[in-house]
Nanobody
Framework: VQLQASGGGLVQAGGSLRLSCAAS??????????MGWFRQAPGKEREFVAT????????AYADSVKGRFTISRDNAENTVSLQMNSLKPEDTAVYYC???????????????????WGQGTLVTVSS
């Protein structure tokens, strides 16, 4: 199973970015599993950002991004996205997508519950 994250970059405060994560692998039926986005800033632990259930009709967000970020998925294309608006310097981090091997599972907040991780994409927000 491979998760390939993309879309990171340098943006000014107040700007927007859209991250995407493409899943591949014969043993991973993407549409059956919940997905999540996490981030890790320099010197800090990896933290939860957003999660979406297998069907895409239930989402949850960290309080720090609620109202600014939107997670979505396209099960036909095996992708999960994170639309990030009104970016702040404190959003600067490496962003990771993750997959949880709980078939038809709900949203999931805890990092330890995810089984597959992408390589990360760097988001830098300048002030």
């Amino acid at each position: 199973v491979q998760l390939q994250a993309s879309g990171g970059g340098l943006v000014q405060a107040g700007g927007s970015l859209r991250l995407s994560c493409a899943a591949s692998g014969r043993t991973f039926t993407f549409s059956r599993y919940p997905m999540g986005w996490f981030r890790q800033a320099p010197g800090k632990e990896r933290e939860f950002v957003a999660t979406i259930n297998w069907r895409g009709d239930s989402t949850a967000y960290a309080d720090s991004v609620k109202g600014r970020f939107t997670i979505s998925r396209d099960n036909a294309e095996n992708t999960v996205s994170l639309q990030m608006n009104s970016l702040k310097p404190e959003d600067t981090a490496v962003y990771y997508c993750a997959g949880r091997l709980t078939m038809y599972g709900p949203v999931w907040f805890e990092r330890a519950g995810y089984d597959y991780w992408g390589q990360g994409t760097l988001v830098t927000v300048s002030s």
